[in-house]
């Protein structure tokens, strides 16, 4: 396999994003929400039908832990890409909002810079010996040894029929599992990026905005009163 394809492909589904959120950015918002929103009921379908069968029929099926682990690990890390887009991340800024303002939009952009930087550490680790780090790794090698290795998951299997139809292996490829690895990081990446050039204009403030406590005494506050 090409040492850059996983690269390219990676980077045309960031540009697909980046172009389709230039033309209708609600549109972008409602797939990411349809495909967490999916991801999350199939993990509940799953769990419950592996339950019934389980304790109701003393059967079930082999495969529904690894699946529901694998759809969990997707909406993860798919999810913390459209988790740092809307501010949802927790973060704690009690220190941050002390400091002049100057200063406080620059460690905001350190924030996000962080977060880019985890990102990149994350998909491929060997830039790092610019700097004397004797590393290699990264969600890119790994997707890259899995894929051309092409092992098979331990308990997840095709269908007979389909095995017989396509003439594929009798066990899912590791490879097929673990794609959302560069793609999650890379949009998450791609996500941090978009955050420091927002709060560089002013359109945003930090790259994390978690006041969920606080805004829950605000929204009942009258509640509290009485």
Not at 119 to 131: D, H, P, Q, R, Y
């Amino acid at each position: 396999m090409n040492t850059y394809l996983p690269y390219l492909i990676m980077g045309a589904v960031i540009a697909l994003f980046w172009i389709a959120e230039r033309r209708n950015p609600d549109s972008v918002t409602r797939f990411e929400e349809n495909v967490l929103a999916v991801l999350l009921a199939l993990i509940t379908i799953v769990s419950f039908t592996q339950v019934v069968a389980r304790y109701g029929f003393n059967s079930g099926w082999t495969g529904a832990l690894e699946l529901t682990r694998i759809l969990f690990a997707w909406m993860i890390l798919f999810g913390m890409s459209y988790g740092l887009k809307q501010g949802m991340h927790l973060g704690v800024d009690a220190l941050l909002r002390l400091f002049p303002k100057p200063l406080f939009r620059f460690f905001a952009i350190f924030g996000a810079a962080c977060a880019f930087l985890y990102a990149a550490i994350l998909i491929n680790s060997a830039w790092l010996g610019i700097f004397g780090a004797d590393t290699n790794g990264g969600a890119m090698v790994y997707w890259s040894k899995m894929y051309q290795i092409g092992i098979g998951l331990d308990d997840l299997r095709y269908p007979e029929w389909m095995q017989d139809a396509f003439g594929v292996k009798e066990r899912v490829q590791r490879w097929i599992a673990y794609l959302i690895l560069p793609i999650g990081l890379g949009l998450f990446g791609f996500r941090a990026l978009q955050a420091m050039v927002a709060i560089w204009r002013g359109d945003r403030e930090l790259v994390i905005a978690g006041h969920e406590a606080e805004d829950l005494v605000a929204e009942n506050r009258n509640v509290l009163k009485d």
